[in-house]
């Protein structure tokens, strides 16, 4: 497993440097909320790791998640990542199709990221499972599932550890990677190796427990340790 840190700001990514790839995304624009370039352009400056950049929690708008990636790519971030804040595997179809092919035309050596999200049923989003075979269809590179409502409740609390390892089984078998993440802990450490994906994204985990918060160095390393 490869551990994924998301800063917010320069500062909280030189904190992030334990980690295996650093994700530049915005908290306060939601579970993926993007950042400036800006900001991905200085985290690519300030690290040797591959970045991560999120684009956003979107509903059905393909123009604008296709514009977004590109923005993102260009940026300089390795792996481009969106959220599916929608149901219906035709319009996810369409949106998956558009970001791939926006980073992938120009930058076909960067990283697609899908991610549906762990509580869909309480979102009316798109199953993981719906997703993944659309996502790897598109020649995307990794499935990701994450909560989309931050309100302290864990993937693991929507999906149990059978349902992730399928998901993980799915995304190998489609020769993608997989990327687990939303309100993890330590605690979730042994089941979180017994799936095996190969990304686990933190946030509150190194802040202390409150994704508001600031990353912690010492959590990173820590961390970092426990997954290596």
């Known amino acids: 497993m490869r551990l994924l840190v998301s800063p917010r700001d320069v500062e909280e990514a030189k904190r992030s440097g334990a980690a295996d790839i650093i994700d530049v995304k915005r908290p306060a624009e939601g579970s993926l909320g993007a950042n400036f370039p800006w900001i991905i352009r200085a985290v690519k400056d300030l690290s040797d790791k591959p970045v991560s950049a999120a684009i956003g929690d979107f509903d059905f708008r393909p123009g604008g998640a296709a514009l977004a990636a590109y923005g993102a790519a260009h940026a300089g971030a390795d792996y481009v990542k969106i959220g599916l804040m929608f149901d219906g595997a035709k ?22 990221v899908i991610a549906a999200y762990s509580d869909y049923e309480r979102l009316g989003t798109i199953s ?17 599932v994450d909560t989309g409502r931050k309100d302290g409740k864990s993937t693991f609390e929507f999906m149990n550890e059978e349902e992730l390892a399928e998901f993980a089984g799915m995304n190998s078998a489609a020769g993608m990677q997989t990327a687990l993440a939303g309100s993890l802990c330590f605690e979730h450490i042994p089941a979180l190796k017994r799936i095996n994906p190969d990304i686990i994204g933190v946030r509150g985990m190194v802040c202390g427990g409150n994704r508001n918060s600031t990353i912690q160095e010492d959590l990173v390393i820590r961390l970092a340790r426990m997954v290596g």
């Open 91 to 112: 319009r996810a179809e369409e949106v998956i199709g558009a970001v791939v092919r926006a980073v992938k035309e120009e930058f076909p050596e960067k990283f697609v």
């Open 128 to 144: 993981p499972f719906v997703m993944s075979p659309l996502a790897a269809a598109a020649g995307a590179d990794v499935a990701m």
